[in-house]
């Protein structure tokens, strides 16, 4: 190493020797950065595939900045009057360096949710992982920053004097940013107790301030829920810690659908159970588990009959009841039309108008 840089060493200038390393490490970067990209192309590995998809940009600064580092810090000891390259360049590095971890979390970010596999009808268990996988990356994330800029400061004694001063000198600002702060570190702590105990999940189908839809997004501070007609409900994240919800989805994906039907008294109750049967089991919205029709209540001009059926999710279970109203609704009409609601007069039904 000395040798090579006593060889470039041109009237004591570091620039000359940066220039070189710089070509070298663009190469070495340029090596790596194909052998990536054609071994992600040949091989099946899905590893491979997501650091080519995203890492190659960060390389191709991370290797000549280690390569600059190594070469000025070699150089700056027998040349002290150019030691601020080396303070340069290690800046760049470590910056570079945050940017490269932050990088890797992702590419482990994406090899985690490939493996997960939401096409099965009942996906729980799938979107419990996608959940905690996506915030435990925010953290990392937040924290691989806050590792870089105070190893950043750390590097220099001057910058962290001056830092542990301004610290010592803004003890009640500090104290006034903490009660500032209480809400932001409130939400932050509730969004770390709903990644791990899971009160909600990514595309968990929810009932919040009256509306039906499912959780979209679940940031830091925040939720994003989508509404069934497309509008975007933000909220709060503490909201789904301190106010009570509706969550159809929490433990498992199976829901039963409920249809209701008001009906002539002379209605006969097991030709509609006969009916409901014969539609649950020629539809594959129907997951085969349970089904039951009853009576539920009685009015002083109608009875009230009560058809539930299961279904593998939430949308699966409203197309099911909306099948199960438009056939058994078709079927007394063709069949039974004076089982329809009217009013009673001496024994006989007059459909309402």
């Known amino acids: 190493m000395n040798n090579f840089l006593e060889l470039l060493d ?26 990536i990209a054609i071994t992600a192309r040949k091989k099946e590995w899905p590893v491979v595939r997501a650091i080519h998809e995203n890492q190659t940009s960060v390389l191709y600064f ?10 000025t810090k070699t150089y700056s000891e027998s040349h002290p009057e150019y030691e601020f390259t080396h303070g340069i360049s290690k800046i760049a590095l470590i910056a570079v360096s ?7 979390v992702i590419i482990i970010e994406k090899i985690l949710i490939a493996k997960l596999d939401f096409d099965t009808p009942d996906n729980n268990e799938a979107r419990k992982f996608y959940t905690k996988i996506k915030f435990v990356k925010r953290i990392v994330i937040i924290l691989t920053i806050v590792f870089g800029v105070s190893i950043l400061l750390l590097s220099f004694d001057s910058v962290r004097q001056y830092g542990v001063g ?3 000198s803004a003890g009640i600002v500090s104290v006034i940013i903490g009660f500032a702060a209480q809400k932001s570190l409130g939400n932050l702590l509730a969004g770390i107790q709903i990644a791990f105990t899971q009160p909600i999940k990514i595309d968990d189908v929810v009932i919040v301030e009256g509306e039906w839809g499912r959780i979209e997004e679940i940031n830091l501070t925040y939720v994003v829920v ?7 409900m933000v909220l709060p994240i503490t909201y789904f810690i301190e106010k009570p919800f509706q969550n159809w989805t929490r433990n498992d994906s199976t829901l ?8 002539n008294y002379h209605t006969p109750v097991e030709k509609l159970r006969e009916k409901l049967e014969e539609i649950l089991l020629n ?17 002083a001009q109608f009875m009230v009959v009560r058809a539930i059926m299961s279904a593998r999710n939430s949308s699966q279970a409203f197309d099911l009841r909306c099948l199960v109203r438009e056939k058994i609704i078709e079927f007394i009409r063709d ?19």
């Not at 945050?98 to 890797?104: A, E, F, G, P, V």
């Not at 539809?283 to 209540?297: E, H, I, N, R, Y």
């Open 62 to 71: 991370f290797i000549p900045l280690l390569i600059i580092t190594l070469i």
């Open 226 to 232: 989508n509404i069934w007609d497309l509008r975007r």
């Open 166 to 168: 301004i610290l010592t």
């Open 283 to 299: 539809t594959p919205l129907w997951d085969g588990k349970s089904w039951a029709l009853q009576v539920t209540d009685t009015q």
């Open 256 to 263: 039963i659908g409920t249809a209701f039907f008001n009906l």
């Open 335 to 353: 069949e039974y039309p004076e089982s329809l609601p009217g009013l009673m007069i001496e024994g006989k039904s007059l459909p309402t108008e």
């Open 10 to 35: 041109y009237k004591n200038s570091p620039w000359l020797i940066i220039l070189l390393v710089t070509l070298i490490g663009l190469v070495i970067s340029l090596i790596v950065i194909k052998t």
């Open 98 to 104: 945050t940017w490269l971890m932050t990088r890797i």
